[in-house]
């Protein structure tokens, strides 16, 4: 119980931290959307939050407008640097994370945390298998267990079944491993894509 007192408590102090750098961003970032291809700025889309519940998580659009959304065989996005469906200034958000921003306003709100399991999209709900529900005991967050240590490096299977140990496993220390490496993570560009680019 502590911890989670803990955990939301420092949600919100991120949030307090994190809305002035959020607003600085959306400005200089909606001005170079706009630029590019004058599209909405921000993408939602419905994931699975915390008791399989639906919630609808933000981001800054790095894709054309109207972009159709492509799988991969296992079911996950499809993501490589040289898809044609992103955009020059949404290939820069991404590989700087900063895609991922608008997310504060889901932690706000507590349908999100900063950290915990990457929200799942809304219709793999019935894929899940019985070893990897467990992952949605907690609020899914900006940065987790797989995006820090993997990132896009690995099958949905294994991120599910190591999301799934994170939500059994949770900590404060845990936890501050985790954003401290995530810093590393994106700073080093590691495991960006989950396609590889074409030859």
């Given at each position: 119980?502590?911890?989670?007192?803990?955990?939301?408590?420092?949600?919100?102090?991120?949030?307090?931290?994190?809305?002035?750098?959020?607003?600085?961003?959306?400005?200089?970032?909606?001005?170079?959307?706009?630029?590019?291809?004058?599209?909405?700025?921000?993408?939602?889309?419905?994931?699975?939050?915390?008791?399989?519940?639906?919630?609808?998580?933000?981001?800054?659009?790095?894709?054309?407008a109207?972009?159709?959304?492509?799988?991969?065989?296992?079911?996950?996005?499809?993501?490589?640097?040289?898809?044609?469906?992103?955009?020059?200034?949404?290939?820069?958000?991404?590989?700087?994370?900063?895609?991922?921003?608008?997310?504060?306003?889901?932690?706000?709100?507590?349908?999100?945390?900063?950290?915990?399991?990457?929200?799942?999209?809304?219709?793999?709900?019935?894929?899940?298998?019985?070893d990897?529900?467990?992952?949605?005991?907690?609020?899914?967050?900006?940065?987790?267990?797989?995006?820090?240590?993997?990132?896009n490096?690995?099958?949905?299977?294994?991120?599910?079944?190591?999301?799934a140990?994170?939500?059994?496993?949770?900590?404060?220390?845990?936890?501050?491993?985790?954003?401290?490496?995530?810093?590393?993570?994106?700073?080093?560009?590691?495991?960006?894509?989950?396609?590889?680019?074409?030859?």
């Amino acid at each position: 119980m502590m911890y989670k007192i803990i955990k939301r408590l420092f949600d919100l102090l991120c949030c307090g931290v994190g809305f002035p750098i959020f607003l600085i961003l959306l400005v200089i970032v909606a001005i170079a959307i706009k630029l590019e291809d004058k599209g909405t700025i921000f993408y939602k889309s419905e994931r699975i939050g915390q008791y399989c519940r639906k919630f609808y998580m933000y981001k800054f659009r790095s894709m054309k407008a109207g972009a159709k959304n492509i799988l991969n065989s296992d079911g996950s996005t499809y993501n490589a640097k040289d898809d044609p469906r992103v955009t020059r200034v949404g290939l820069f958000l991404r590989e700087t994370s900063i895609d991922e921003i608008p997310q504060i306003i889901n932690v706000f709100k507590g349908e999100m945390s900063a950290v915990g399991p990457r929200a799942s999209a809304w219709e793999a709900l019935s894929s899940y298998r019985e070893d990897e529900i467990s992952k949605m005991k907690v609020r899914p967050g900006i940065t987790g267990y797989t995006q820090a240590y993997h990132r896009n490096s690995l099958t949905v299977r294994e991120k599910r079944l190591k999301d799934a140990w994170y939500a059994q496993n949770a900590s404060l220390w845990l936890d501050v491993k985790i954003l401290f490496k995530t810093v590393r993570t994106v700073f080093a560009h590691e495991n960006v894509y989950s396609n590889q680019e074409a030859n």
